[in-house]
T-cell receptor, first 114, second 111 residues
Framework: NAGVMQNPRHLVRRRGQEARLRCSPM?????VYWYRQLPEEGLKFMVY????????ESGMPKERFSAEFPKEGPSILRIQQVVRGDSAAYFC????????????FGPGTRLLVL | GEDVEQSLFLSVREGDSSVINCTYT??????LYWYKQEPGAGLQLLTY?????DMKQDQRLTVLLNKKDKHLSLRIADTQTGDSAIYFC???????????FGTGTRLQVTL
């Protein structure tokens, strides 16, 4: 059983461009979480999704950031018009239905904004 | 909201025990976790404890929970160089099961 997969692993964007980060949860997992880790800091919760639903987006910046988890395909975290302060590692985690307490993390996408 | 705090750095000799401490503020946190992060890698779930437990042991790892003081610790017995990493404490908060992380404790194991 493959773990949580994220791609790309590294992403470089210039200011003003769009960044699209993908997360494929573990097989059978229907809950997806996105976290952001700034350099030398812990992870900060961004958003929690189930298939086709956003459950909790209390950690998402109000502008430029959006997330989706469609019925088919990976979860996408989209950052429009990136700024240097968006440079961070973005981690996705997934958990199975009925066992939300166990979150398994992907390897992360390291975004660098030039 | 929940606040989770950890000391930033711990250095131990190979073969000794390591104890990493964590405090949290939300007494309603149901689950508390320890994750390990190696350089450039994602987070590896080490263990977690339900809030009605005082202790959980898993091979070289022992988790102690003092719910009254909102204090969590991770003890690693017979620490090895491969244990060198950043260890994150996390608390589950709210109905959405989101995790609030501490800033991480960097464990350095010396020979």
């Amino acid at each position: 059983n493959a773990g949580v997969m994220q791609n790309p692993r590294h992403l470089v964007r210039r200011r003003g461009q769009e960044a699209r980060l993908r997360c494929s949860p573990m097989k059978g997992h229907s809950h997806v979480y996105w976290y952001r880790q700034l350099p030398e800091e812990g992870l900060k919760f961004m958003v929690y999704l189930q298939k086709e639903n956003i459950i909790d987006e209390s950690g998402m910046p109000k502008e430029r950031f959006s997330a989706e988890f469609p019925k088919e395909g990976p979860s996408i975290l989209r950052i429009q018009q990136v700024v240097r302060g968006d440079s961070a590692a973005y981690f996705c985690a997934s958990s199975p239905p009925g066992l939300k307490e166990t979150q398994y993390f992907g390897p992360g996408t390291r975004l660098l904004v030039l | 909201g929940e606040d989770v705090e950890q000391s930033l750095f711990l250095s131990v000799r190979e073969g000794d025990s390591s104890v990493i401490n964590c405090t949290y503020t939300d007494s309603s946190s149901t689950y508390l976790y320890w994750y390990k992060q190696e350089p450039g890698a994602g987070l590896q779930l080490l263990t977690y404890i339900f809030s009605n437990m005082d202790m959980k042991q898993d091979q070289r790892l022992t988790v102690l929970l003092n719910k009254k003081d909102k204090h969590l610790s991770l003890r690693i017995a017979d620490t090895q160089t491969g244990d060198s990493a950043i260890y994150f404490c996390a608390a589950e908060t709210g109905t959405a099961s989101k995790l609030t992380f501490g800033t991480g404790t960097r464990l350095q194991v010396t020979l």
